[in-house]
C-alpha cells in the first residue's frame, strides 16, 4: 500500500458521501433544526458506522453475506424499515415547532450510527472499493491505517459541512420553509427506504 492508494481511495470517499442519500439528508436536517452540536454529533456517527463498514469489509463481512443471503436480507429489511420510520416521524412532524428540549449528544450520536447501519449495501460496496484499489495481502496495521483514514476523511468533511450548515442565515431560512423541507425530506428517505427494501 503507497500515497497513490490512500489518495484514489479518499477521493472515492468524498464522491460517496457528496452523493444524496439517507445520511446527508439526516445530517442536514438534524443540523439546521436542532443546531451546530447536534449536526456534529450526528456526522460523527455517521462516521464511525461507515468506517466500520470499511472494517467489516476488510474483516471478510461481505463473503459473510454471500455465503448466508437470508443474514443480508434480514440487516437490508431492518434498516429499510428503520429508514421509513424516520421519515413516517419527519412527515408526521412536518408542522410542529420545533421542541424546546435539547436533542441529547449521545441520542444524535446513535441516530447517525443507525442510519448508516440501516444499509448494509455499505459493506459490499466497500468491500468492491477496497478490492479494485488496495493490493492483496495487506497487513493488519495498513488495514488498521485505512479505517483510521476512512473515520478521519468522514469526520472532517460532515463537521465542515455541519459547520456551513448552522449558520445563523441558514438555520433562519430553514424555519421558514420547514414545513415543506421536512415533507420533501421525508418523502426521498421514505423512497429511499422502499428502494432498499425492494433491492436485490
Given at each position: 500500500?503507497?500515497?497513490?492508494?490512500?489518495?484514489?481511495?479518499?477521493?472515492?470517499?468524498?464522491?460517496?458521501?457528496?452523493?444524496?442519500?439517507?445520511?446527508m439528508?439526516?445530517f442536514?436536517?438534524?443540523?439546521?433544526?436542532?443546531?451546530?452540536?447536534?449536526?456534529?454529533?450526528?456526522?460523527?456517527?455517521?462516521?464511525?458506522?461507515?468506517?466500520?463498514?470499511?472494517?467489516l469489509?476488510?474483516?471478510?463481512l461481505?463473503?459473510?453475506?454471500?455465503?448466508?443471503?437470508?443474514?443480508?436480507?434480514a440487516?437490508k429489511?431492518a434498516?429499510a424499515?428503520?429508514?421509513?420510520y424516520?421519515?413516517?416521524?419527519?412527515?408526521?412532524?412536518?408542522?410542529?415547532?420545533?421542541g424546546e428540549?435539547?436533542?441529547?449528544?449521545?441520542?444524535?450520536?446513535?441516530?447517525g450510527v443507525?442510519?448508516?447501519?440501516?444499509?448494509?449495501?455499505?459493506?459490499?460496496?466497500?468491500?468492491?472499493?477496497?478490492?479494485?484499489i488496495?493490493?492483496?495481502g495487506?497487513?493488519?496495521?495498513?488495514?488498521?491505517?485505512?479505517?483510521?483514514?476512512?473515520?478521519?476523511?468522514?469526520?472532517?468533511?460532515?463537521?465542515t459541512?455541519?459547520?456551513?450548515?448552522?449558520?445563523?442565515?441558514?438555520?433562519?431560512?430553514?424555519?421558514?420553509a420547514?414545513f415543506?423541507?421536512?415533507?420533501?425530506?421525508?418523502?426521498?428517505?421514505?423512497?429511499?427506504?422502499?428502494?432498499?427494501?425492494?433491492s436485490?
Amino acid at each position: 500500500m503507497d500515497l497513490a492508494h490512500v489518495i484514489a481511495f479518499n477521493v472515492t470517499l468524498l464522491a460517496a458521501i457528496a452523493s444524496p442519500g439517507p445520511a446527508m439528508l439526516y445530517f442536514i436536517r438534524n443540523t439546521l433544526a436542532h443546531g451546530r452540536r447536534v449536526g456534529l454529533f450526528t456526522v460523527w456517527g455517521l462516521g464511525t458506522m461507515a468506517a466500520t463498514w470499511t472494517l467489516l469489509a476488510l474483516l471478510g463481512l461481505d463473503a459473510v453475506f454471500r455465503l448466508v443471503p437470508w443474514a443480508y436480507a434480514a440487516c437490508k429489511i431492518a434498516g429499510a424499515l428503520y429508514l421509513m420510520y424516520i421519515a413516517w416521524q419527519t412527515w408526521r412532524h412536518a408542522r410542529d415547532p420545533l421542541g424546546e428540549a435539547p436533542t441529547p449528544p449521545a441520542r444524535a450520536f446513535m441516530g447517525g450510527v443507525l442510519v448508516n447501519l440501516s444499509n448494509p449495501k455499505s459493506v459490499l460496496f466497500a468491500a468492491a472499493v477496497l478490492v479494485v484499489i488496495f493490493p492483496v495481502g495487506m497487513s493488519v496495521a495498513e488495514k488498521g491505517l485505512i479505517v483510521l483514514n476512512h473515520l478521519m476523511v468522514e469526520l472532517l468533511v460532515g463537521s465542515t459541512l455541519v459547520t456551513l450548515l448552522s449558520t445563523r442565515k441558514v438555520s433562519a431560512a430553514y424555519l421558514r420553509a420547514k414545513f415543506v423541507f421536512d415533507r420533501i425530506a421525508a418523502g426521498v428517505m421514505g423512497l429511499l427506504g422502499l428502494r432498499l427494501l425492494l433491492s436485490r
